[in-house]
């Protein structure tokens, strides 16, 4: 695998030509292509990379809260979705692995790690949440998809609780056309009504997106139960989770227009969220305790 690694970002490239490009800034993957060079994430036109606010798009790493926790005492003074995706991660290393399927040999699989601990972190950050943590963020890039993982570690004395989620932007070539399975009996949080209710999913059908979409699915399956995307009859995108409970499902729809940095307005259209996470409840971490959880995407075009 070639690496190129610049003050800004690290991108990594397959000998099949896969591809994938990770800003320092939150750790937040931006580009991921297949072997063609068809682009499977959406970013906005409008997307800040310098650092200076979180990445419109990509797979922004939410944590240590998803939205905002103001009944939280621990959190309720963080930024919504948590400091992880607007800090400056460091690059800790790559490791290559090579399957012996391979049939014009080179490597199969690159994997990518990212450190985050509180000397990264702004003073304002660590004032607000002033835990010995470490986070290790791991990109794998392989021939059929892309893995993204993250390690929680509590090095500090006392014990905290965190959530975690990848807030992952899948480009679609028209939402209207999308059905998203997997969810079937799942019980679910739907966050656009108030009071903000639960819900069950029904036994059967996919579910589409016709609206404005902000549901917090825990499914019924459990942390591993595979979510597909799938246009008409075409599937997409597989997105199995590890250990993350929950998957949340986004589209703003037309509020697109209230994020100055959602470009074009109508670029709702290409994209759907499809966010693995661990946001209902707290994921406890006692001193020296740590915890895993991933997500596993497959493009399956
Ligand atoms: O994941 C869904 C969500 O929590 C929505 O409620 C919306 O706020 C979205 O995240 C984007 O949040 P952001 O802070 O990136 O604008």
Redesign the pocket.
Same mark, same amino acid.
């Given at each position: 695998a070639q690496v190129s690694i610049t003050d800004s970002q690290v991108s990594a490239t397959l000998p099949s030509r896969e591809s994938v490009e990770i800003l320092l800034h939150g750790a937040t993957v931006i580009s991921w292509k297949d072997a063609s060079g068809a682009e499977k994430l959406w970013l906005s036109e409008g997307a800040v990379l310098d650092g200076s606010k $979180?990445v419109?798009g990509g797979i922004?790493v939410?944590f240590p809260v998803?939205?905002t926790a103001p009944d939280h005492a621990a959190t309720a003074k963080l $930024?919504?979705?948590g400091f992880a995706?607007s800090s400056r991660w460091e690059f800790l290393g790559k490791s290559t692995s090579e399957s012996s399927g391979t049939k014009d040999g080179g490597d199969s699989s690159v994997k990518l790690d990212f450190g985050l601990s509180p000397n990264n972190l702004s003073e304002e950050a660590k004032k607000a949440w002033p835990y010995e943590f470490g986070l290790i963020f791991s990109v794998t890039l392989g021939r059929e998809g892309l893995t993204t993982s993250i390690v929680v570690q509590n090095v500090g004395e006392s014990v905290w609780e965190f959530q975690t989620?990848m807030?992952t932007y899948l480009k679609v070539k028209d939402i209207s056309s999308i059905l998203v399975s997997g969810l079937e009996s799942a019980s679910y949080v739907d966050?656009l009504t108030s009071p903000i209710s639960t819900n069950m999913s029904p036994s059967s059908g996919n579910l589409t997106i016709t609206a404005k979409t902000?549901r917090v699915y825990t499914p019924a399956g459990g942390p591993s139960d595979p979510v597909t995307v799938s246009d008409g009859r075409k599937k997409l995108y597989t997105v199995a989770r590890d250990n993350l409970n929950e998957v949340?499902i986004?589209n $703003?729809w037309t509020d697109a227009k209230t994020?100055g940095d959602f470009k074009p307005v109508d670029g709702y259209k290409q994209m759907i969220?499809i966010?693995p996470g661990t946001v209902r409840g707290w994921q406890k971490l006692e001193a020296g305790e740590s915890w895993e959880g991933g997500q596993i995407i497959t493009a399956h075009y």
């Open positions: $979180p419109r922004p939410v998803f939205g $930024p919504q979705h995706r989620l807030h966050k902000d949340v986004w $703003p994020m969220c966010e």
